[in-house]
């Protein structure tokens, strides 16, 4: 049974509680998919989940808006995750792939919302580039103006839905100054022309995954998302939201580590004795937990400082994500040693959980970005 004290803190209100039992529920009823066609199963994750209500919390509803609650995203991917990173996955990207538009879209651009919260419409968010990951702002993909229209050209890399998303957040060059103040965002229907899947790309735990074209695209003016110049700050804040969210989700995935290891080291038999009675064996699971409950708090820390109002939480997200994936993978790594050959075994939960936990520590900033962003916070930069 997993540990689930931690909605006692104070950091959460009923509802958050509310919601993580409902969510636990449903998970249990209809978790894990099948991912050999991994396209196949993020869509109908995505149908599924929206149908019945749990993508929600990813943007904000353009009717009765309210600012995206942080905990609540939190708590939906660490329980999703714990259950099948394929499933928080598709959670995620609908407001990664969104945030832009939620935090700086128009009324127009706000319709889309609709149809990403009820899992009828599939996002992306497109910031990197085979020539810029971590550094964003030397980005070569440009968004040139003709007359109403801009047109991008370039090329974007390890783009998650792509080749399923229906709309893509799309980061160009367009010129207002040098490096990061002359970035812009972009809604970029899937149906452009000139936009194009150049590649699929496949990973250790594998996802939809592309490297996307775009071949001189023609959008309205009105595609823009935010100001001219403003691309850049728009990420960052994008970022800002979803950045502890990935510690979330290594908590879920590390969280699953930990009951699995537990229940093995209880049933298996070694030296006439279950391996939970040998020392060295409850010295990994203390460690385990005392690393899920430290990434537990400095997860939850950030997402409510942002709840609570908090402009930026640059260096509260940066120490979630950086601590809870890092220690994740070292409580995985844990779990695959406990059981033995079973632990490398293909199939097993806790192999796909070795597997799935490794992007995490690369994606949305690596983990030595993190530290970096963490420094400068320390030693009073911005
Ligand atoms: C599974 C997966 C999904 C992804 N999904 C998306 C997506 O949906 N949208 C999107 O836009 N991007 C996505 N990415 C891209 C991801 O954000 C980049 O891979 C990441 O930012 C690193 O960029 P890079 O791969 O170019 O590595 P590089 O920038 O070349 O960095 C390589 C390594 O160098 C080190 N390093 C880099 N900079 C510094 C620094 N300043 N200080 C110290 N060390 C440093 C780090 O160890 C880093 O891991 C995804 C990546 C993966 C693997």
């Known amino acids: 049974m997993p540990d689930r004290s931690f909605l006692g803190w104070p950091f959460f209100e009923t509802r958050h509680r509310a919601w993580a039992e409902k ?3 449903w998970c249990a009823r209809n978790l894990p998919v099948d991912h050999h066609d991994v396209d196949a199963a993020c869509r109908a994750l995505v149908r599924t989940l929206g149908e019945d209500g749990w993508l929600k919390p990813t943007a904000i509803d353009a009717e009765n808006p309210a600012p995206l609650d942080v905990r609540t995203l939190c708590i939906t991917r660490e329980t999703l995750a ?3 990173g394929l499933a928080d996955f598709a959670f995620a990207m609908q407001g990664l792939g969104t945030g832009a538009i939620s935090l700086f879209g128009t009324a127009e651009q706000k319709l889309w919302l609709k149809k990403t919260r009820a899992g009828e419409a599939i996002a992306a968010f ?11 702002a030397n980005m070569d993909m440009a968004a040139t103006t003709d007359g109403d229209f801009y047109v991008l050209d370039g090329e974007k890399t390890w783009i998650s839905n792509g080749g399923i998303a229906d709309i893509y957040t799309v980061f160009a060059r367009t010129g207002e100054a040098p490096g990061a103040k002359g970035i812009s965002a972009f809604l970029v229907p899937a149906d452009s022309k000139g936009f194009k899947v150049a590649e699929r790309l496949e990973v250790i735990a594998p996802h939809p995954l592309a490297r996307l074209a775009f071949d001189g695209v023609r959008i309205p003016a009105s595609a823009m998302i935010g100001k001219p110049g403003d691309g850049f700050k728009i990420a960052m804040s994008v970022l800002d939201v979803f950045r502890s969210t990935v510690g979330a989700a290594a908590l879920g995935f590390a969280r699953r580590a930990l009951d699995e290891s537990v229940k093995r080291a209880r049933e298996r038999q070694v030296f006439g004795a279950p391996l939970a009675e040998l020392q060295m064996v409850q010295g990994h699971l203390a460690e385990m937990a005392l690393d899920i409950d430290a990434a537990a708090l400095l997860v939850y820390r950030a997402a409510w400082t942002k709840d609570a109002g908090a402009a930026r939480v640059t260096r509260e997200a940066a120490m979630a994500k950086l601590y809870a994936t890092d220690k994740a993978q070292e409580v995985i790594d844990k779990a695959v040693q406990l059981h033995g050959g079973d632990g490398v075994r ?10 799935e936990i490794r992007a995490l520590r690369i994606y949305e900033g690596a983990s030595d970005v993190q530290k970096v962003v963490i420094a400068r916070q320390v030693l009073g930069g911005n």
């Open 23 to 25: 969510l636990d529920a």
């Open 82 to 84: 714990r259950y099948d």
């Open 126 to 136: 497109a910031l990197s580039e085979p020539r810029s990951g971590s550094d964003v």
């Open 346 to 355: 293909k199939g097993h939960i806790v192999e796909s959980l070795y597997r």
